[in-house]
């Protein structure tokens, strides 16, 4: 992949999240909620959630931007999409636990969306990088090697969290 300075670099939002990011915060997704994880991605975080016990709606035919499923979401969202996913959220009330740039909450329409709101974000910062595998066209590229240059964070809302970060 080209870098910034080529003006050719291309964008993926295909980036999946592997079964440990889950696992790390398993302690904090309530167990007698119904979690929609609302982007399909290759299937699999659906699945890792299924498999750690909660009940899952992850349909790969469900149109986020026109569905509105379960008790709250967890997801790993389109990075591209992160302003319209979150005027979406806050728009359906719904609760949320979403992995995204922890640059994100500098951005001005992120400040200005949570700022009014009675229920603040809440900030669950990972031990380590969360490692995404990355996919294009539905396959791994011949040189990723599951690397990742960006730091995430679970972006919490409606949760209440026991601390705020």
């Known amino acids: 992949m080209a870098g910034f300075h080529t003006k050719t670099f291309i964008k993926h939002d295909d980036y999946m999240t592997p079964k440990y990011a889950w ?3 398993q302690k904090y997704i309530p167990k007698d909620k119904i979690i929609w994880e609302a982007f399909y991605g290759d299937g699999d975080s659906g699945n890792y959630l299924i498999e750690m016990g909660f009940k899952v709606i992850h349909d790969k035919d469900l149109d ?12 790993n969202p389109p990075f591209s999409k992160s302003k319209e996913v979150l005027n979406r959220m806050v728009e359906l009330k719904k609760p949320f636990i979403m992995i995204m740039p922890s640059s994100k909450i500098n951005t001005q329409y992120f400040r200005k969306l949570f700022s009014d709101s009675k229920d603040k974000i809440q900030i669950i910062v990972p031990r380590k990088r969360i490692s995404f595998i990355k996919k294009v066209d539905g396959k ?16 919490c809302w409606k949760m209440n969290l026991p601390r705020d970060i």
């Open 64 to 75: 986020f931007f026109k569905s509105d499923k379960g008790d709250l979401v967890v997801s």
């Open 23 to 25: 696992l790390n915060i």
């Open 140 to 155: 791994i590229p011949e040189n990723w090697g599951n690397r990742c240059n960006f730091d995430c964070f679970y972006y």
